[in-house]
C-alpha cells in the first residue's frame, strides 16, 4: 500500500506518469475491489469529481462515474461541449480552472492531442487523461495491462498482437509504450500501409530494445498471439470520407480467424467496436472485451482511491 500513498494528488496524463511499482499496487488494490464489493466502499463519501468530456463516450464515462459513486463520492460535468460555455468560446484553461475550483479531480476526454497536459497546468486539482486525440488514454492501458494480468496471470513473456487503426489509435499508443516496461513482450502490429504506428511510438520501442514487426495481413501472425488487441478504424480521425470507407473494413475478426489462433490467446478491444468484430465470436471463450470494460471501472476506482488518498488508502 505504500506506493498507492504516494498516488494521492498525483496527476495521470499519459502511462509513464506511474511507475511499473504504482501500476502493480492499483491492479492489487483493483483486485481487492472485485474480490469483495464493500472494498473501500464509501472511502471517497464527500468528493467530487468533475467528468468534462468534449468528446463522446460511453465506457470511459460511465466507469468513472460508477467507480466514484461505488466508492462513496459524488459526480459532476458534461458529457458534450455544446452544454458548456466552450460553445460559447472559453478556453479550455479557463473551464479547467472552473472545474477545479469545484470539484477534487478532473477526468476529461478532449480531441485535441496535449489537451490533458494543457489542462495539468492550469488545474490545482488532479487530472487524468480520459483521451486527448490520437495521443494517449492512460486509464484504458490500466484497464487493458489489469485484464492481460487477470486473465493471463502475468504481463511479460508475450506475444501481443495490435490489429486496425495504429496510427489515430490512441488506446495502441498507450498500451505499446506502457508493454514495452515489461519483460521479453514481443508486438506484432497489423494495420493497412495508411494506417501504420506513428513514427515516435516506434523510437520509443525500440530504445526499449523491443522486438516488434509491422504486417499487413492478420492471418499471417495470428497463430503465435498470446493477445490480439483489435481497434477500430475512426471515423473521426479522418480527413477523408472515401479514405474511411475504403478502409473500415479491412479486418474482420470470425469464427475462421480464430479457429487458426491459439486456444488460450485472447481477445481484447477498447470498445466501441463497429465491423471489425463479428459478433459470432462474443460467445467463444477467448473473446474477453466485455470482461476487459467491467475491469476498467475496478481499476477506474482503484486510481480514485489512491488519488484522493482514500481510505486505507
Ligand atoms: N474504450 C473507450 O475509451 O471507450 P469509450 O470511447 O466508450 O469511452
Known amino acids: ?9 498525483r496527476y495521470l496524463v499519459e502511462p509513464e506518469d506511474l511507475t511499473l511499482e504504482e501500476m502493480e499496487s492499483l491492479f492489487n488494490l483493483a483486485e481487492n475491489i472485485e474480490k469483495d464489493d464493500a472494498y473501500l466502499r464509501e472511502s471517497c463519501r464527500g ?20 467507480a466514484m459513486l461505488r466508492l462513496g ?15 460559447k468560446g472559453e478556453s479550455l484553461a479557463d473551464t479547467i480552472r472552473m472545474a477545479a475550483c469545484y470539484a477534487d479531480a478532473i477526468v476529461m476526454r ?3 492531442e496535449g ?12 487530472v487524468i487523461n480520459a483521451g486527448d486525440g490520437g495521443h494517449h488514454h492512460p486509464t484504458q492501458t490500466l484497464t487493458d495491462l489489469l485484464t492481460i494480468r487477470r486473465l493471463l496471470g502475468k504481463i511479460g513473456n508475450l506475444t501481443v498482437g ?3 487503426d495504429l496510427k489515430f489509435g490512441r488506446t495502441v499508443h498507450s498500451l505499446a509504450k506502457a508493454l514495452s516496461r515489461y519483460v521479453n513482450i514481443k508486438m506484432i502490429f497489423i494495420s493497412p500501409a495508411e494506417l501504420t504506428l506513428p513514427d515516435y511510438i516506434k523510437s520509443i520501442l525500440q530504445k526499449h530494445k523491443i522486438e516488434y514487426y509491422e504486417k499487413e495481413n492478420l492471418d499471417d501472425s495470428i497463430q503465435e498471439l498470446d493477445v490480439l488487441y483489435m481497434t477500430r478504424v475512426q471515423r473521426e480521425r479522418f480527413f477523408n470520407e472515401e479514405d474511411y470507407i475504403r478502409l473500415k473494413d479491412t479486418y474482420v475478426l470470425n469464427s475462421g480467424r480464430m479457429s487458426q489462433a491459439k486456444e488460450k ?5 477498447p470498445l466501441p467496436r463497429v465491423n471489425e468484430i463479428s459478433v459470432e465470436v462474443d460467445s467463444d471463450p477467448r473473446a474477453a472485451y466485455f470482461t476487459q470494460a467491467k475491469y476498467g471501472m475496478y481499476v477506474r476506482m482503484a486510481l480514485l482511491a489512491a488519488i484522493l488518498g482514500a481510505g486505507q488508502c
Open 1 to 9: 500500500m505504500q506506493n498507492i500513498s504516494k498516488l494521492k494528488g
Open 47 to 66: 468528493k467530487l469529481l468533475a467528468t468534462l468530456f468534449f468528446e463522446p463516450s460511453t465506457r470511459t464515462r460511465l466507469s468513472f462515474e460508477a
Open 73 to 87: 463520492g459524488s459526480c459532476l460535468g458534461f458529457a458534450e461541449p455544446g452544454s458548456s460555455s466552450a460553445s
Open 110 to 112: 478532449n480531441p485535441k
Open 115 to 126: 489537451a490533458a497536459l494543457l489542462a495539468s497546468r492550469y488545474s490545482s486539482v488532479p
Open 162 to 164: 495490435f490489429c486496425g
Open 265 to 269: 490467446m485472447i481477445v481484447l478491444h
